[in-house]
């Protein structure tokens, strides 16, 4: 299993780090965990993780890689089931939550939309055939 190499500083004390330790593995933990709960191990480069059907490489670079290609509303909604998670602990008023803040970003993008292509300039219509030259009579 993967793990992040920490290293020790000269200036830090043993009891620093043995904390040092326990918060990277506790990052690492909770970065493992939320890939898993994504299931970025169904696109995984990596043939471990697909077979173990879990995070079980590098899951800070596959975070970042996968996290980055997610669409934003699928965000959002994990945004604002995260944050209905500090309040609560039911699993309804956490998805109400998500949905809540992916309707606000829906909203807010198609206002935002409408702005823009109010604020758009005219585009002219484009002629199916250029207009047929006329006939210029010229007298010596």
């Known amino acids: 299993m993967f793990q992040t190499k920490v290293t020790?500083?000269?200036?830090q004390t043993p009891e620093q780090y043995a904390a040092g330790v326990r918060q990277w593995r506790r990052d690492d933990a909770q970065k493992r965990r939320f890939n898993n709960m994504m299931g970025f191990w169904r696109t995984c480069e990596k043939p471990l993780c697909r077979r173990k059907h879990s995070c079980a490489d590098d899951m800070h670079a596959c975070y970042q890689a996968k996290w980055r290609?997610?669409?934003?509303?699928?965000?959002?909604?994990?945004?604002?089931?995260?944050l209905a998670s500090k309040d609560t602990r039911s699993s309804e008023a956490i998805r109400a939550g998500g949905l809540a803040r992916l309707e606000s970003y829906l909203k807010t993008k198609e206002r935002m939309e409408t702005?823009?292509?109010?604020?758009?300039?005219?585009?002219?219509?484009?002629?199916?055939?250029?207009?047929?030259?006329?006939?210029?009579?010229r007298r010596l």
């Open 115 to 137: 702005m823009d292509a109010a604020n758009a300039a005219p585009v002219a219509p484009v002629r199916e055939a250029p207009p047929e030259p006329t006939a210029r009579v």
């Open 69 to 82: 290609a997610t669409p934003e509303p699928v965000k959002e909604y994990v945004r604002g089931m995260i």
């Open 8 to 11: 020790r500083r000269d200036w």
